[in-house]
């Protein structure tokens, strides 16, 4: 049975569907975001940029700005843990991007991020979370949306608070990953906990944690209430994901899995497009961990993966995904793969 198609918006920013790609350290830059919008998802977010690199002008942090206009709508996330950077790296978002929506990030767990005093470190501290992201909603014209997790640990889970402090400082929306974050990525997302914030907010609220599937997606809508649902490691390698999910809930019918000639079909895309973003070189390093996920299911992979960790040129490794594709063009179904 389809879900109810219903107009979501956050701030003045309308979508077209309620499927949002999540932010993803290392993988969200435009070439990896601009496939997955073409894919059909409502709302991609770039991965996270940090707010001193952005106000000391670091050319890295810089070229993490770069938006394709076909990406839009798309919410650029920041991070810190000092209030004065944070803002003026906010405004600068702000005046120098065509990012429709600014997003905090308050839900990393990884401790380098923590030892700024910023990410998942905010979970803790409800009032922090009303000071930062009042002073930025103050500074800016964009919408600011906020993405955190449920809480610190089973002894610290602030996740009410902590969203309605979002949202009485002025927060378009909230994403909320159901894992704390000494769970990190392990273990199981805890829905129930995003049920309840769902009945003490008003403002969108996006549910992301254990979406693997178009029917997860469904249920997650289903059970918790949340206006959308959030993907991200479950599109990595397939933004069939995205489609599937769009697609599903619309329709209520499951489009099936994409052939091997269609994986790396939109593989060699996706490289195409990391190429032009950042030259040879990086791009077929970068391309390594993502053709691991394209190639995910496929008959004989550990071997293949084994050959694309060895090349260097461009050359070499469209080579090898189109010899692929040519081998396996017959293996229609790769969750049958061996």
């Given at each position: 049975?389809?879900?109810?198609?219903?107009?979501?918006?956050?701030?003045?920013?309308?979508?077209?569907?309620?499927?949002?790609?999540?932010?993803?350290?290392?993988?969200?830059?435009?070439?990896?975001?601009?496939?997955?919008?073409?894919?059909?998802?409502?709302?991609?977010?770039?991965?996270?940029?940090?707010?001193?690199?952005?106000?000391?002008?670091?050319?890295?942090?810089?070229?993490?700005?770069?938006?394709?206009?076909?990406?839009?709508?798309?919410?650029?996330?920041?991070?810190?843990?000092?209030?004065?950077?944070?803002?003026?790296?906010?405004?600068?978002?702000?005046?120098?991007?065509?990012a429709d929506i600014i997003d905090i990030n308050m839900?990393?767990?990884?401790?380098?991020?923590?030892?700024?005093?910023?990410?998942?470190?905010?979970?803790?501290?409800?009032?922090?979370?009303?000071?930062?992201?009042?002073?930025?909603?103050?500074?800016?014209?964009?919408?600011?949306?906020?993405?955190?997790?449920?809480?610190?640990?089973?002894?610290?889970?602030?996740?009410?608070?902590n969203a309605q402090a979002a949202e009485r400082a002025?927060?378009?929306?909230?994403?909320?990953?159901?894992?704390?974050?000494?769970?990190?990525?392990?273990?199981?997302?805890?829905?129930?906990?995003?049920?309840?914030?769902?009945?003490?907010?008003?403002?969108?609220?996006?549910?992301?944690?254990?979406?693997?599937?178009?029917?997860?997606?469904?249920?997650?809508?289903?059970?918790?209430?949340?206006?959308?649902?959030?993907?991200?490691?479950?599109?990595?390698?397939?933004?069939?994901?995205?489609?599937?999910?769009?697609?599903?809930?619309?329709?209520?019918?499951?489009?099936?899995?994409?052939?091997?000639?269609?994986?790396?079909?939109?593989?060699?895309?996706?490289?195409?497009?990391?190429?032009?973003?950042?030259?040879?070189?990086?791009?077929v390093r970068e391309m390594r961990k993502h053709a691991?996920?394209?190639?995910?299911?496929?008959?004989?992979?550990?071997?293949?993966?084994?050959?694309?960790?060895?090349?260097?040129?461009?050359?070499?490794?469209?080579?090898?995904?189109?010899?692929?594709?040519?081998?396996?063009?017959?293996?229609?179904?790769?969750?049958?793969?061996?």
């Amino acid at each position: 049975m389809a879900t109810e198609k219903k107009p979501f918006q956050i701030g003045d920013i309308v979508l077209d569907n309620r499927v949002v790609l999540a932010p993803m350290a290392g993988v969200c830059n435009s070439a990896f975001r601009l496939t997955v919008k073409e894919f059909g998802a409502g709302l991609v977010y770039a991965e996270m940029i940090s707010d001193k690199g952005l106000v000391q002008r670091n050319q890295k942090t810089l070229d993490m700005l770069y938006i394709d206009e076909r990406e839009n709508p798309l919410s650029l996330q920041i991070f810190g843990g000092d209030k004065e950077t944070l803002v003026e790296a906010a405004k600068y978002v702000d005046k120098n991007t065509n990012a429709d929506i600014i997003d905090i990030n308050m839900g990393c767990p990884v401790n380098k991020i923590i030892k700024c005093e910023a990410g998942a470190k905010w979970l803790l501290d409800p009032n922090k979370i009303y000071e930062m992201v009042s002073a930025v909603v103050e500074a800016v014209d964009k919408p600011v949306s906020v993405k955190m997790r449920i809480g610190w640990d089973d002894e610290h889970i602030f996740a009410v608070e902590n969203a309605q402090a979002a949202e009485r400082a002025g927060a378009s929306a909230i994403a909320m990953h159901g894992r704390t974050r000494v769970q990190m990525y392990e273990g199981k997302a805890n829905w129930e906990i995003i049920k309840e914030v769902k009945k003490h907010i008003s403002i969108p609220f996006i549910g992301n944690g254990d979406v693997e599937t178009p029917q997860d997606a469904k249920r997650m809508l289903d059970e918790t209430g949340v206006d959308a649902v959030m993907i991200g490691r479950a599109a990595l390698g397939d933004p069939w994901m995205i489609y599937r999910t769009v697609h599903y809930l619309e329709t209520g019918e499951l489009k099936p899995e994409p052939s091997v000639r269609e994986k790396m079909d939109v593989c060699l895309l996706h490289f195409e497009r990391l190429m032009q973003l950042k030259g040879e070189g990086v791009a077929v390093r970068e391309m390594r961990k993502h053709a691991s996920w394209y190639l995910k299911g496929i008959r004989g992979n550990g071997k293949i993966r084994n050959a694309i960790n060895q090349m260097e040129t461009a050359a070499e490794l469209r080579a090898l995904l189109n010899g692929v594709a040519e081998e396996l063009e017959d293996q229609q179904s790769p969750a049958e793969a061996i």
